[in-house]
């Protein structure tokens, strides 16, 4: 099977993203692509990298860092949908997350073509998400994303600019990854113009 266009995975960080990007990749036997993993040189091109986050973080504080390189957070999203078309590709939280509207407009223009953006959420009930991700995020990177008093995990969730980019939202409640990978993919199969059958 084959990609006619790519799959996109979005969300708040800890929902599980990377994890069913991965396992829906493997069973369409198409690549996988984690933005987190190479959004390096992109940033770049916008002069922008993880060093010069931190120090900005340093000098004006972790909030208005992240809001002064959305830009190139943007501008990552775009070059990883051109070079990579035929992928399920995974959008880390800030991906998808803007408070300019320029960089969340130039994101959603960049997304028009694909037909499956899917928000994955751990659950429709607000308090119970976040719980469930502050929960993961403190086990996988030991973090609660709380930055001088910032809820950067809340924000995440509650981003109407996120939600306003998703096509479909995917809850996962108490299932397996596996389980949900394999809901994933039975859509994407009745869906004929996501899935081709190659010879």
Known sequence: MSLDTPLILIGPAATGKSTLGEIVA?????????IDEIA????????????????RSSVVG???A???????????????????PDAVIALGAGHTSY????????????LKDAPCVLLVLPSA?????????????????ATDWISSGHDFL??????????????????????TPELTAKRIVA?????????????
């Not at 992240?66 to 990579?84: F, K, M, Y």
């Open 62 to 64: 972790r909030v208005a």
């Open 154 to 175: 809340a924000e995440w969730l509650d981003d109407q600019g996120t939600r306003s980019l998703a096509t479909e939202i995917m809850i996962t409640g108490s299932e």
């Open 99 to 110: 408070k300019n509207e320029n960089h969340l407009q130039r994101v959603g223009n960049a």
């Open 125 to 141: 009930d607000r308090a119970e998400a976040l719980s469930t991700l502050r929960n993961r995020s403190l086990e996988s990177k």
């Open 40 to 55: 390096e040189p992109y940033y770049e091109e916008s002069g922008w990298n993880l060093e010069k986050l931190a120090h």
């Open 187 to 199: 859509m994407l199969q009745h869906t004929s113009s996501w899935v081709t059958t190659g010879d």
């Open 66 to 84: 992240e809001r002064e390189w959305e830009g190139a957070r943007a501008h990552a999203v775009c070059r990883v949908l051109e070079e990579h």
């Open 26 to 34: 493997a069973n369409l036997s198409v690549p996988f692509v984690d």
